[in-house]
């Protein structure tokens, strides 16, 4: 998300793909890009910087296999079966190897790929004003001292199987420290939409940024790999998500009706029970199921009371003074959840019938 945004503020064309969960590829045009960035994020979770040989090292090998006697039917040990041929295990890759591999997949263009690793955590590696003793946010793979530099180089070799002949170069591939939190960074991500509009980077102003932020991310979400790599820039682009579409889904945001920051994080937080509940057809939900649908009908689907943010609460205000059996038992982000689904005519409460089916409002996110 916040590359896209970062894209977004340039003014100029672009794409950006979710390839898999910790590798984003970012290009310069939508159409017929000729540059692209892969960025590869990893968490840092066990020491509090990363070293060179942590980067590089390989994910351990798998435990062997232990090869059992079979006993016959008195106890004594029988031949031996025939033994199955063992294939020997590539070595696995580093971090640092698996990003570089995405110059393997697109050597084909005129300008190599950028690379970078971005992580939580700041990088020990040998550089800095006290060499041996700093850590650093950012550094040049190719700024290394040149025995980390053929450190490196030897370690993408064996790992890649990188013929002898070919040459490894570490120019445009970066190690960074990212400045997004690892907890609840959809907060940053808002800070930063809203920043970019007010610097007039961003335009028009996006009235509504939780909602923009949300739709977006969802949408990158949707389009990102989920099986394999892209093969190409074919590929990748028909995962992308374009300054067309990003656009338009701000757009979209600033349309819709803004629901109440803690209305939403109520449905967040109750929205996998909801669902669960619904499609127990011996859970006590019914009855407030079927309550929620009767008031619904019953008031018109409650448009009297205006947008839909003021719509719910009413709903709500009402279901709770009939106090129907066992609704008691139910927050208010759950039952809220309940009414979407009635509003969206969501298959489980079909059979109940009485809610409408034409057009619908759509749900904010």
């Not at 994910?59 to 029988?78: N, R």
């Not at 109440?260 to 057809?281: G, S």
Request: proline content about 5%.
């Amino acid at each position: 998300m916040l590359e896209t945004l970062k894209a977004h503020a340039t003014g100029e064309d672009y794409a950006v793909v979710l390839e898999w969960q910790q590798d984003i590829a970012v290009l310069d045009s939508s159409k017929q890009p000729t540059r692209v960035t892969f960025i590869q994020l990893k968490k840092n979770e066990s020491t509090h910087h990363w070293t060179l040989n942590g980067l590089l090292a390989p994910p351990p090998a798998p435990a062997a296999k232990l090869v059992q006697a079979t006993f016959d039917e008195t106890g004594a040990p029988t031949a031996p079966k025939r033994r199955m041929a063992i294939r020997s295990r590539k070595l696995g890759q580093s971090p640092l190897a698996k990003l570089y591999f995405h110059r393997q997949r697109f050597s084909a263009l005129t300008r190599p790929p950028e690379l970078v690793f971005a992580s939580n955590a700041p990088f020990y590696v040998g550089v800095g004003d006290d060499d041996q003793n700093e850590t650093v946010t950012a550094v040049e793979l190719c700024d290394l001292p040149a025995a980390s530099v053929a450190k490196v180089q030897e370690a993408f070799r064996k790992q890649l199987e990188v013929p002898e002949n070919e040459a490894i170069a570490l120019d445009g591939f970066r190690l960074t420290v990212t400045n997004c939190p690892t907890e609840e960074a959809h907060k940053f991500a808002i800070g930063e939409l809203v920043e970019l509009c007010q610097l007039k980077k961003i335009e028009p102003q996006v009235n509504a940024p939780f909602i923009a932020i949300c739709l977006v991310a969802s949408y990158v979400q949707q389009r990102a790999g989920k099986r394999a790599y892209a093969k190409d820039l074919a590929g990748l682009l028909e995962r992308a998500v374009t300054r067309t579409e990003v656009t338009q889904y701000f757009a979209a945001a600033n349309d819709t009706e803004v629901a109440d920051y803690e209305m939403v994080q109520e449905m967040e937080a109750a929205v996998n029970t909801a669902c669960a509940e619904v499609t127990n057809r011996a859970s006590v939900v019914w009855l407030t199921a079927q309550a929620l649908v009767d008031l619904y009908v019953k008031n018109n689907q409650y448009k009297a009371n205006g947008n839909l943010k003021a719509r719910l609460p009413a709903w709500l205000a009402d279901l709770r003074a009939m106090k129907v059996r066992d609704s008691h038992l139910y927050s208010d982000g759950f039952l809220y959840c309940l009414m979407a689904m009635t509003l969206k005519d969501a298959q489980p409460l079909r059979h109940l019938s009485t809610a409408a089916t034409g057009s619908q409002p759509e749900a904010a996110s």
